[in-house]
């Protein structure tokens, strides 16, 4: 059990981090606003999922093998830009396709089971959210007690507190989006802006590997 004078500082921390603006972030509220809430929520606990992933390569202690083999890290680097390249690319086309956030209420919205790979994807395949969590959660474990167990709990609270907010977040930008979806021309730009953000995290995220 990691300290319990710890703890506040670490709940305070995570949730900081969490309303952090990033592709997680991005992601959740482009599916919740263009495909609504059913979508929106399996991104999010899609997006949970990774979380705790990245916390079990913490535990066994893959993310510190990542994050000393620079070819690893290259690759993971190039596999989770050209996934959020291809996330806003399709978005960017969505209007001319008819499709995205420019939908009617007949059209039926992408699958729960779907979404929530997307957003599993989105959160495991961005090594340096591995990176922070391998640097982040030791500063809130005790040093004389085993390190896994302590780091699994402090995943799993972290794990838990991202499904319900972000779940909160899909859910009421699903909201947004039925709002939206009898405005065609917004939710385009809507559609194209979210598209371009993709796309430049995707860059960003390649640019800033290479020099990692």
Same mark, same amino acid.
């Given at each position: 059990m990691p300290p319990i004078e710890l703890l506040p500082y670490f709940l305070f921390a995570m949730l900081v981090i969490s309303v952090t603006p990033g592709p997680d972030m991005?992601?959740? +509220? &482009?599916?919740?606003?263009? #495909?609504?809430r059913q979508a929106g929520m399996g991104f999010a606990i899609g997006v949970g999922l990774g979380t705790l992933f990245h916390t079990l390569l913490a535990v066994v202690g893959i993310s510190a093998v990542v994050a000393t083999s620079p070819w690893a890290f290259r690759f993971i680097v190039? =596999? $989770? =830009?050209?996934? /959020?390249?291809? +996330?806003?690319? %399709?978005? +960017?086309? =969505?209007?001319?396709? $008819?499709?995205?956030?420019? /939908?009617?209420?007949?059209?039926? #919205?992408? &699958? @729960? &089971?779907?979404?929530? /790979? %997307? $957003? @599993? +994807?989105?959160? =495991? /395949?961005?090594?340096?959210v591995g990176l922070f969590f391998l640097a982040f959660l030791p500063q809130f474990i005790d040093s004389s007690q085993p390190a896994w167990s302590q780091l699994l709990v402090l995943g799993i609270v972290f794990w838990l507190w991202v499904t319900l907010s972000y779940s909160l977040l899909g859910y009421y930008s699903g909201l947004v989006g039925g709002w939206l979806r009898g405005r065609p021309s917004t939710g385009q730009w809507i559609d194209r802006v979210t598209g371009a953000l993709f796309v430049g995290l995707g860059l960003h995220l390649i640019f800033t590997g290479q020099k990692s």
């Open positions: 991005l992601g959740i +509220l &482009s599916y919740g606003v263009g #495909r609504g190039y =596999a $989770g =830009a050209s996934y /959020l390249i291809y +996330l806003g690319t %399709r978005a +960017l086309v =969505a209007p001319a396709k $008819g499709e995205g956030m420019a /939908l009617d209420a007949q059209v039926p #919205r992408q &699958s @729960f &089971s779907e979404a929530c /790979l %997307r $957003g @599993f +994807l989105c959160n =495991a /395949l961005n090594p340096k």
